[in-house]
């Protein structure tokens, strides 16, 4: 397999660079410090959406795009290198229209939506006019076996009765968020299959019956936008709401879930090359007992650890993207689960070497540093603990071994 970037792909990352200098950059302090009060700044992210959208800097990350859908048309492998370089700020993926949960939203739309959810949810989230959020996650059961989730979605006439709790649903606060895709039992049978009871459906979340009952903390991640605890009281949502079959949940799921780990994946590359470099700019720098800490042999090797670990993890993920565009995301399944643990095991390892090169400044929010752990570490649960994927290679290895 050739990874080496294309000429088109080089154009973009060239373009996009750019862009992040005059456009996000500038803003980045700004920005940052509205959400440490609280706010979510969506005055100044809507100027850089329309402007990245006049670039053509759109919807990078989705490849089917039809034919009157905003959008750049990029293969896994094209997109990787492209949120690599917008992971480096950790809110700039929505100025492209490349955030999760609503890539991953807008990609099961885009399999699963009827010509009318289409045109009421999928097209203005492709144009970036509103934003979703993803209810799964609940507080109540082990929810990494969705089979276990409660939250039940029940059929009554003309519409379904959704009736449960969730939490961690990302961006239920944000300022443009209007609907979430929840899933739940729709087959309450206790002998029914537990892979075909579940669905999913979209709850508009004006929809009377829906509650935040609160945003939670996570660490040092600050997200006004919410990672949030939400109950659902006999909501009624419209029939026509369901996605795909009703039972067929869990393919749903499946089908979300794979591209949106390599975006994951390349955000945090992009972190952790933040990170390095300013470790090495720090090291050069300082100086402690007559000596830069450059010149120090531990450091020397935490800097060249770190660089080599993020060069394997790349071309792990760029192998995991390349394989889904050639075979499909099912047939790069364990590749997707391994490039998960590796790249948050690694953000965490790479962020701890650098906030240590800062000395006490490395915990404050002077620097990114912090705010990256955190992220890596969050990052070893969303989409799935560390454990489950594991468990995926570990299977397929140990297949290899039964089959011979
Ligand atoms: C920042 C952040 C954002 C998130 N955003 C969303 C969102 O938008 N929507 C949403 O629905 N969810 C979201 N989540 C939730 C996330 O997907 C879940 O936390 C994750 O799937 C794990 O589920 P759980 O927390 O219920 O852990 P549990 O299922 O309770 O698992 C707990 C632990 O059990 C162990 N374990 C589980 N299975 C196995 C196994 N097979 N073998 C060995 N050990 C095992 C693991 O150590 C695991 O960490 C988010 C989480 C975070 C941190």
């Not at 094209?78 to 700020?89: D, F």
């Not at 026509?240 to 975006?263: D, M, S, T, V, Y």
């Not at 399944?333 to 650098?354: F, G, N, P, Y």
Request: glycine share 6%; with cysteine; net charge neutral.
């Amino acid at each position: 397999m050739d990874f080496a970037y294309s000429p088109r792909v080089d154009a973009l990352r060239a373009q996009l660079n750019a862009f992040m200098s005059v456009h996000v950059l500038p803003v980045n302090a700004a920005f940052q410090h509205a959400l440490e009060q609280g706010r979510f700044p969506i005055e100044a992210l809507e100027p850089i959406k329309a402007a990245a959208k006049r670039e053509g800097l759109w919807n990078l990350f989705l490849p089917a795009l039809r034919d009157n859908e905003p959008g750049t048309r990029l293969s896994n492998l094209e997109y990787a290198p492209l949120a690599e370089i917008m992971g480096r700020v950790f809110w700039a993926s929505e100025a492209f229209n490349c955030s999760a949960p609503d890539t991953g939203n807008m990609e099961i739309l885009h399999m699963f939506a009827t010509p009318e959810q289409r045109t009421k949810w999928l097209d203005p989230l492709l144009h970036g006019e509103i934003r979703s959020c993803i209810g799964i996650t609940e507080p109540d059961v082990a929810s990494s076996d969705p089979t276990n989730l409660q939250t039940t979605i029940i059929r009554d006439g003309d519409h379904y009765v959704v009736n449960g709790r969730k939490w961690f649903t990302t961006g239920a606060l944000h300022p443009n968020v209007k609907f979430c895709i929840v899933m739940g039992l729709s087959d309450t049978r206790a002998d029914a299959n537990p892979h075909n009871r579940h669905s999913m459906i979209i709850v508009p979340l004006d929809t009377p019956g829906v509650r935040v009952i609160r945003n939670l903390p996570i660490m040092q991640h600050f997200a006004p936008e919410g990672h949030c605890e939400v109950a659902y009281e006999n909501v009624r949502a419209p029939a026509a709401n369901i996605l795909g079959e009703e039972g067929k949940g869990f393919a749903l799921a499946q089908a979300r879930l794979g591209p949106g780990r390599i975006h994951h994946c390349m955000r945090s590359i992009g972190q952790c090359e933040v990170a390095l470099e300013l470790m090495c700019a720090r090291a050069i720098e300082r100086k402690a007992f007559g000596k830069h800490l450059s010149e120090y042999a531990n450091i020397q090797d935490w800097i060249a650890e770190s660089r080599m670990e993020i060069d394997q993890a790349r071309l792990y993920v760029l192998r995991a993207a390349a394989m889904m565009d050639l075979h499909g995301n099912k047939a790069a399944r364990t590749e997707v689960s391994a490039i998960k643990v590796v790249v948050s095991r690694m953000q965490t390892r790479i962020l701890d070497r650098a906030i240590q090169v800062f000395g006490a400044k490395g915990l404050t929010n002077d620097t990114p540093l912090a705010f990256f752990w955190t992220w890596g570490r969050a990052l070893r649960f969303i989409d799935g603990p560390d454990e489950v994927h594991n468990r995926v290679v570990a299977r397929a290895e140990l297949r290899k071994h039964k089959e011979r």
